[in-house]
C-alpha cells in the first residue's frame, strides 16, 4: 500500500510541475485523426512528428486505437511528419499560433518487398518505448507463415514468441507461467472466454476481420485488470468507407469471406466475415452406410461491424462475433431409435461492443463502451427412453468509459471506470427416464459484480528517462441468490444452510494494483528497462485437464475461493544493429501467484444438490522466473525472429503431492522458435517455423501390484516424469500468379485512357481504383514436415496373463498429428 502511494504522490508532483511550468510559456495544440486514404481505416500506432524550422531536436506522439493524436508546443514555425508501415510519409508546414484540427489520409506506397518493412515504421521503437514485455503483431506477416491444415491462426502465431508456451494443438497460451485463464483475451474490448475451435485446435479468430494485435506478458498497463499473466488485446477492421471490397478463401476443411464497404461514403461503413468448416460433409460419405450415421463435427463464426461519423468530434462503433462448435455422435447398434446411442455438444461465444468516441477538447478524448459477452456450453446423451443434459456457462454485461488526456508531448495520460456484472452457471444438469423428469439438482448460478478504477501516465522524466505508472483499484463483491453448505470437515455432511438472498452481499474483495515501467536510454542504439506489476484476478478457470476444453467451469471468488494475486518483477536490455534492420533483446523476470485453485486429487465436479462446486477445490501458490532472448530481422526480402526462453514454474498445494512443490504441467526448461519468411519475388514467398521445447511433466504410475486379480498402479510425485522433447518443421509456399501481371495490364490501360483524354500523366501513380480487379494467391502449406511423432500423453496396458500370474505392463505414447499438407486459394477484389 506504501509502495503504491509513493507511486501516486510521485506522478501528482511531476505532473503539476510540468502543467504549472507549461502556463508560463504560450502553447498551443494540433490535433485530429490519421487514417488510410483508400480505407478509411483509422491507422493505430502512427508515428507523428513536429520539428522547428532550422532545429535537429523533434517531438512526437503516437496514434491511439482510434487514429486519435494530439500534440501541444510553443507558438512557432514547424515541420510536421507523418509516417506508418507502408503508407508515404506526409509532411507539411505548420504555424503554430493557434490551436488547429489537421485529419490526414495516408496514401500506400508502392514498394518492394526490400522496402516494404522500412517504410512508415518507426525503426527504434523498442528501444525508445517504455512499455516492456509488449510485442504488435503484423497481420500481414502471420498470412505469410506455414499454417496448419491451412488455416492462418493468430494464437498458433502467439506461440511462436518468448515467455508463450503451448501444448500440441491446442489453442490455449502459457504466459510466463500463468495458466491459460490468467490471460485476458479481448476482441474489440469484449472478453472471450473460449478461444478455440474443434476442441482448441484452431483459434476463434478470423485473420480476414482482424486489424491490430496486441500482446502484453506482464507489465499491462492499467487499463486492462482482472487476470494475472498476460493481455491479448484484438481489434477488429472498422469496414471500408471508401469501396467495396470482399475477401476470403477455401482450403481443405473450411472457406471463409470478408465483405467491406460504405454505406454512405466517408461516413458509414460496414464489414462482415464469415468462415465455417465442413469436416462433416467430407467425412458424410465415409460413415454414410456404418453404425455412425448422422455423426458430424463443424464450427462456424460470424464477424460483424459497423461504424457512423456523427461529427468530426464523434463516430460509434458497433461490432460483434458469434462462433459455435457443434459435435454430434450417433451409433446405432440395432434396429429402430430406441437401438441408437445420440450425443449432441454445442458451445462457444458470442460477445457485443458498443462505443461511443466524442473529443471533448483538442486535448481530451473520450470512449464509451457498452459490452456483452457470454460463453455457452451443453452436452445431451440420449439413449432410448433415457436422456442427460448438461449446461455450464458465463456472461457477462460491462460498461466502461475510458479518457486520454496529452497535455503536452512529455505525458500520454489515460484515465477512467469500468464495471461488470458476471453471471456465472457452473453446472446444470437435468435427466429424463420415459415421461418421468429425474431431479439431478443443479448447481445454483452464481452472481458477482466487479470494478475498478484507474490512472495512468507515460511520462518523459528527461531525454534518457521515460516512466509509465499506473495505479488500479479492483473491487469484487458476490451476491445472492446464493445458498452456501456447511459441511463436517470429517464426514462431510451438511451440518448447516447459509440462504442469501437476491442482491444480498456474500462476500467483497478489493485492492490496489500499482503498475510501472521505466526506459533508461544508453545511447541511440540500445536502451535498458524495469518494470513491476501487480494483478488481482476474481474469476477462476477449474479444469480436470491439463489442456483448455470447453468442459472447464468459470467461477467467482467466493467465501472459499480467494482471489487470486500475482506479483512480478521484469528487468530487459534491447539494442539494434545494422542501422536498425535487426533487433535484440533480453528479458529476465519473476512472478509470484497466491491462491490458485486446483481440483483436490480425485475430485470432480459434483451434482449433488446439497453441496457447492468450490468444496471441490484445494488452494496454493506458484512461481515462475527465467530469461527470455528475441532476435528480429525487421527489414530486406528475408524476414522473422528467433524467441528462446529458458524458465521454471513451480507449484504448491498442501493437499496436493504432500505439500510438496512439484514443477507445473506445462514448465519447460527449454524453449525455442523460429519464424521466418523470405520473399524470393512478386510471385513467390516461403515461410518456415522451427519449434524446439522440452517435454511436458506428467503424473505416471512407477510399480504395479496384483490385489485380487487386478492390476493396482502406484504413482509417483506429481508431474515427475519428462515426456521427449517436442520439436517440429512447418513449411509453406505462396504463388501471386496475378499479382505483378495484372497491375502491369491495368497500367497500361490506364495510360491508354489518359492519352486519349489528351492528359499528361508524366510522374503520376495510377488510382487505385484501376486495381480493382481480383487478386489471389495459393498457399501450399506442411505441417510436422519430418513427421516427428511428439507424445502428447501417456498409457499403458498388461501384455500379459493376470490369470496365470504374469504381467507385463507396457507404456504406449500418443501422438496427434503425422506430416500434414494443406491448399488454400487465397482471394480479393
Known amino acids: ?176 507461467g500463468g495458466g491459460p485463464d490468467q490471460n485476458l483475451v479481448l476482441l474489440d474490448e469484449a472478453v472471450v472466454y473460449n478461444t478455440g475451435h474443434l476442441f482448441g485446435f484452431f483459434s476463434v479468430f478470423n485473420g480476414d476481420a482482424v486489424k491490430n494485435i496486441e500482446l502484453y506478458k506482464g507489465n499491462m498497463p492499467a487499463q486492462y485488470g482482472g487476470r494475472l499473466s498476460s493481455v491479448l488485446d484484438v481489434q477488429m477492421k472498422d469496414g471500408n468507407t471508401q469501396n467495396v471490397h470482399a475477401q476470403g478463401g477455401i482450403g481443405i476443411i473450411s472457406s471463409r469471406l470478408t465483405v467491406e464497404g460504405p454505406i454512405k461514403k466517408d461516413t458509414a461503413s460496414f464489414l462482415i466475415s464469415a468462415r465455417r468448416t465442413y469436416i462433416d460433409i467430407l467425412t458424410k460419405p465415409f460413415i454414410k452406410k456404418s453404425s ?54 454445442p458451445w462457444g461465444n458470442a460477445t457485443t461492443t458498443l462505443r461511443w468516441n466524442h473529443l471533448i477538447t483538442q486535448k481530451l478524448f473520450m470512449n464509451t463502451s457498452a459490452v456483452f ?55 446444470q444438469a437435468s435427466a429424463k427416464a420415459g415421461d418421468v423428469e429425474m431431479d439431478l439438482g443443479e448447481a445454483p448460478k452464481l452472481h458477482a ?165 468450490d468444496n471441490a477445490f484445494t488452494f496454493g501458490k506458484g512461481w515462475s522466473y527465467g530469461a527470455e532472448l528475441f532476435l528480429k530481422k525487421r527489414t530486406g526480402r528475408f524476414t522473422g525472429w528467433i524467441g528462446y526462453t529458458y524458465a521454471w514454474t513451480w507449484r504448491q498445494f498442501d493437499s496436493i503431492n504432500l505439500g510438496q512443490k512439484f514443477p507445473a504441467k506445462y514448465d519447460r526448461r527449454h524453449d525455442l522458435s523460429v519464424a521466418l519468411t523470405w520473399d524470393y519475388n512478386s510471385r513467390f514467398s516461403f515461410g518456415g517455423v522451427f519449434v524446439f521445447a522440452t517435454g511436458n511433466t506428467a503424473t505416471l504410475p512407477v510399480s504395479w501390484y496384483m490385489v485380487e486379480g487386478q492390476m493396482i498402479p502406484e504413482y509417483g510425485d506429481r508431474n515427475s516424469f519428462r515426456m521427449a522433447p517436442y520439436h517440429r518443421l512447418d513449411l509453406s509456399i505462396t504463388y501471386n500468379p496475378e499479382r505483378a501481371r495484372a497491375k502491369a495490364r491495368q497500367r497500361i490501360r490506364w495510360e491508354k485512357r489518359m492519352q486519349k483524354k489528351g492528359i499528361d500523366i508524366t510522374g503520376k501513380e495510377i488510382p487505385n481504383v484501376w486495381y480493382r480487379n481480383i487478386e489471389s494467391s495459393w498457399v501450399l502449406s506442411c505441417y510436422n514436415v519430418y513427421n516427428r511423432h511428439n507424445p502428447y500423453f501417456i498409457y499403458f496396458e498388461n501384455d500379459g496373463n493376470i490369470y496365470n500370474g504374469t504381467s507385463n505392463v507396457t507404456a504406449y505414447q500418443v501422438s496427434l498429428f503425422p506430416v500434414l499438407p494443406s491448399l488454400t486459394w487465397n482471394f480479393k477484389f
Open 1 to 176: 500500500m506504501c509502495r503504491a502511494a509513493n507511486i501516486v504522490f510521485l506522478f501528482i508532483i511531476s505532473l503539476s510541475i510540468d502543467l504549472f511550468s507549461q502556463e508560463q510559456v504560450q502553447k498551443f495544440t494540433i490535433s485530429g485523426y490519421i487514417k488510410e486514404n483508400a480505407t478509411g481505416e483509422f491507422s493505430i500506432g502512427a508515428n507523428v512528428y513536429l520539428k522547428k524550422k532550422n532545429a535537429d531536436d523533434r517531438k512526437g506522439v503516437v496514434t491511439n486505437a482510434y487514429g486519435f493524436f494530439s500534440i501541444t508546443l510553443e507558438k512557432g514555425e514547424y515541420q510536421m511528419a507523418v509516417n506508418y508501415l507502408g503508407f508515404e510519409d506526409f509532411k507539411k508546414d505548420i504555424t503554430l499560433d493557434k490551436d488547429i484540427r489537421l485529419n490526414i489520409s495516408m496514401k500506400e506506397k508502392a514498394v518492394t518487398a526490400k522496402e516494404v518493412e522500412i517504410v512508415g515504421e518507426k525503426t527504434d521503437e523498442n528501444i525508445q518505448k517504455s512499455e516492456m514485455s509488449m510485442i504488435s503483431l503484423d497481420i500481414d506477416k502471420i498470412k505469410e507463415l506455414p499454417t496448419f491444415m491451412g488455416e492462418m491462426d493468430i494464437l498458433k502465431t502467439i506461440q511462436l514468441l518468448p515467455g508463450v508456451q503451448s501444448t500440441e494443438g491446442n489453442t490455449g497460451f502459457y504466459v510466463r
Open 373 to 427: 459477452s457470454d460463453y455457452k456450453f451443453q452436452f445431451g446423451a440420449k439413449e432410448s427412453q433415457f436422456e442427460f443434459k448438461l449446461f455450464s456457462g458465463i456472461r457477462d454485461w460491462n460498461a466502461k468509459i475510458d479518457f486520454g488526456y496529452f497535455p503536452n508531448v512529455k505525458h500520454n495520460i489515460k484515465y477512467g471506470v469500468n464495471y461488470i456484472y458476471h453471471t456465472f452457471i457452473p453446472n
Open 449 to 613: 459484480h466487479d470494478a475498478a478504477i484507474y490512472i495512468g501516465d507515460d511520462y518523459d522524466v528527461t531525454d534518457k528517462i521515460r516512466l509509465n505508472a499506473g495505479l488500479r483499484y479492483s473491487y469484487f463483491m458476490q451476491v445472492g441468490p446464493f445458498e452456501r453448505y456447511i459441511k463436517d470437515p470429517i464426514s462431510q455432511r451438511i451440518t448447516d444452510t447459509i440462504v442469501y438472498k437476491s442482491g444480498e452481499k456474500i462476500c467483497s474483495y478489493g485492492g490496489l494494483e500499482p503498475r510501472a515501467s521505466v526506459r533508461y536510454t544508453l545511447n541511440k542504439k540500445s536502451s535498458i528497462k524495469a518494470g513491476f506489476a501487480q494483478n488481482y484476478q476474481y474469476i477462476h478457470l477449474a479444469s480436470i485437464s491439463s489442456v483448455s476444453l470447453p468442459t472447464d467451469l468459470w467461477m467467482p471468488s467466493t467465501s472459499v475461493v480467494k482471489p487470486q494475486l500475482s506479483t512480478q518483477y521484469s528487468l530487459g536490455y534491447y539494442r539494434n544493429f545494422m542501422e536498425d534492420k535487426f533487433e535484440t533483446s533480453v528479458e529476465v523476470y519473476y512472478k509470484d501467484m497466491r491462491n490458485m485453485i486446483e481440483f483436490k486429487e480425485g475430485s470432480l465436479p459434483d451434482q449433488n444438490v446439497k453441496d457447492n462446486v
Open 292 to 345: 455412425f450415421t448422422g455423426s458430424a463435427y463443424y464450427f462456424y463464426d460470424l464477424n460483424l461491424k459497423l461504424n457512423y461519423r456523427l461529427s468530426d468530434k464523434d463516430r460509434l462503433f458497433l461490432s460483434g462475433y458469434f462462433g459455435r462448435d457443434v459435435f454430434t455422435f450417433k451409433n446405432s447398434y440395432g434396429g429402430g431409435d430406441n437401438s441408437t446411442f445420440k450425443v449432441s455438444m
